[in-house]
Every structure is written in C-alpha cells, then in structure tokens.
C-alpha cells in the first residue's frame, strides 16, 4: 500500500498507559485501606521500575495523605461508607466514597470531593438525594450506609 494512504499514527509507538493525573487535594484524607493498598503499590513499582509517573503521582500524594478513621456516627455517609441507594425506576447503584488517590468511578470508589460523593455526604437510610448527572439530577434513596 502507498504511504500516502496511511495514517501518520500509524507509525507511532504505541504510547504507555497514563494515569489520571489526580491532584493531591488540599485535604488529602484516605482511608486506611487505601493508605495502606497506595504505600504498597508504591513499594511495588520502587522495587521493580514501575512507571515513573505514577511513582511521583503516589509519592506526593502519600507526602500529605491522613488516614480518617470511620466516624462515630455510622449511619451518616462520610469517608468510608459504602452506600446503596435505589432510584424510582427501582436501579440500584453501590458507591464507595473514598479519598483521591483512592478514587476510580468506573468502579464505584467515589473521591470525597467529587460532586456525587458531596451530594451523598452525611445522608442516612431513608434520605432522598439527587445524583448529579451530565443532563440532569437522578432521584434515588439511600437504602443501606456500611463502614
């Protein structure tokens, strides 16, 4: 075939796998969990030459990283919690909330800052919340908070 119908891309390097790029928050609170599984990842990639944008990425966030404890108070949503909720359709939808460096929405680990987990921040079973979404707000109901 002519180079000239190839694409320009085509002769890249498949380019490495970035990572998000989080910020560390001013408040950097995790949970202990994910304080504990981020100076275990670090120690991996440190110890094999892992990717070393992520080794700076976890390096400053462990720099500033608290670990929160559960609150007291159990059956409020806080860092920590997993909550269920169900909307009127009856769909159910499970989120974590959980500091930054910990955060991976696709798998329901909400950061504490993020919108979402903001609008589920220190609701109880019974609450009604509006999870924003792009195009508009869900209604659901807080089912069920576990630490």
Do not use: C
């Not at 119908?5 to 989080?22: A, H, M, N």
């Not at 991976?104 to 909400?110: A, F, I, Q």
């Not at 800052?113 to 109880?124: E, I």
């Not at 009604?128 to 089912?143: K, N, S």
């Amino acid at each position: 075939m002519s180079k000239a119908f190839t694409k320009e891309s085509d002769d890249l390097p498949d380019s490495p796998i970035r990572r998000r790029g989080i910020p560390v928050p001013e408040l950097n609170l995790v949970t202990p969990a994910g304080l504990a599984a981020a100076r275990a990842e670090l120690e991996h990639l440190v110890r094999t030459g892992g990717d070393p944008d992520r080794v700076r990425e976890l390096t400053d966030h462990l720099a500033t990283a608290q670990a929160a404890d559960p609150p007291v108070d159990r059956t409020q949503v806080a860092l920590g919690a997993t909550v269920t909720l169900v909307d009127d359709d009856g769909n159910r939808y499970v989120y974590r909330i959980v500091g930054a460096i910990e955060s991976d929405p696709k798998s329901g680990k909400l950061g504490w800052q993020s919108p979402l987990a903001q609008a589920l921040w220190g609701a109880k079973v019974g609450d009604a919340v509006a999870l924003p979404r792009a195009g508009g707000a869900i209604d659901a109901e807080i089912e069920r908070v576990d630490y």
